[in-house]
């Protein structure tokens, strides 16, 4: 399996803080939060990475190179110009093969590691969810007996942290789209299933956001990483 970082996205609710730099080299306890979603992606036994990029490109590829001093090979997906989530991993296709792979934002800062690596049958997109953040108290899809509801009582919100099939993006063309969009029409034809992970989850999304994690989360989440070797903005 193969994963792939999403990372092309400038972060303007950071402000100041990403004037002349992608939100995913901002640093936490000494180390960009790209960094450790490819030590993520390594642990878990999955080496062949890729990353989209548009925003300060030469930034990111400066810092992570071929992978290799991570124990990866990083290939990149450039964007010329900003192809939002859905249509940014349409694009990457090609350099994610034929099998089901796993994305991850580069912004989200987690302590996740699947149980397995490989898609449920009967499913062609697999979300983790957690429980709602104070910033998204509504959340994003219902989960009833493991398959993902447009419509539920109980809404959670979607992690980042999805595996794909190919063919999940079969109904979608070149260009910029959502991946919501994809998503809405998926889940109606009951071909997405999901998960509700109960471990520390941080959308880094904010300069508030990455304060909390700098301040309080660092050493705990890194430390439980190391052992195990809204997000549609």
Known sequence: MKGMILAAGRGSRMRELTNNLPKPLLSVGGKTLIEYRVETLVSMGIRNVVINLHYCADKITALL??????????????????????GGIYHALPL???????????????????????????????????RNPGHNLSGDFGLVDGRVVGIAKRRYTFSGIAFYHPDFFSICSMGAFSLKSVLDKRIAEGLVTGELYEGGWYDVGTPERLAVVRNSCVEPLAEIAFMKESVFE
């Open 65 to 86: 190179g071929d992978g290799s001093a991570y124990g990866a090979s990083i290939r990149y997906s450039y964007e010329e110009t900003p192809l939002d989530v859905g």
């Open 96 to 130: 994610l093969g034929d099998a089901s792979f796993i994305t991850m934002n580069a912004d989200v800062w987690t302590d996740y590691t699947p149980g397995i690596l490989e898609m449920p049958a009967g499913s062609l997109a697999h979300l983790v969810f957690v």
